[in-house]
């Protein structure tokens, strides 16, 4: 497991844009997602990317508008969002897991967890 630690989050108005960063020491060999959970509702799942970066996914709902890169030198994984909505308002959680030989990254049993960090889009 790593230490994940997430930051960018914000008070954004809609339409706006965000980049949220998830950054661990040895976070280049794994795969890592995106989740989030706006209150009263349930986690979602929002993006992953594999351990080179070759493969993403992407949930319909932020397909177009949110996009996933790594920067494996920094062990680094950005969440840049655009064109925000009001109903993108959440706890933005990354986390971290092992990648497996011809495993799409949506499939990764995500095993390390960050705190979580504020977005909140107002209309």
């Known amino acids: 497991q790593v230490h994940v630690v997430e930051s960018g989050g914000g008070l954004v108005q809609a339409g706006g844009s965000l980049r949220l960063s998830c950054a661990a020491s040895?976070?280049?060999?794994?795969?890592v997602g995106w989740f989030r959970q706006a209150p009263g509702k349930e986690r979602e799942f929002v993006a992953a990317?594999?351990?080179?970066?070759?493969?993403?996914y992407y949930a319909d709902s932020v397909k177009g508008r949110f996009s996933l890169s790594r920067d494996n030198a920094k062990n680094t994984v950005y969440l840049q969002m655009i064109s925000l909505k009001p109903e993108d308002t959440a706890v933005y959680y990354c986390a971290a897991g092992p990648a497996k030989s011809s495993q799409r990254p949506e499939g990764t049993n995500f095993d390390s967890w960050g705190q979580g960090t504020q977005v909140t889009v107002s209309s």
């Open positions: 990317v594999s351990l080179l970066g070759a493969m993403k």
């Open positions: 040895g976070l280049s060999s794994y795969n």
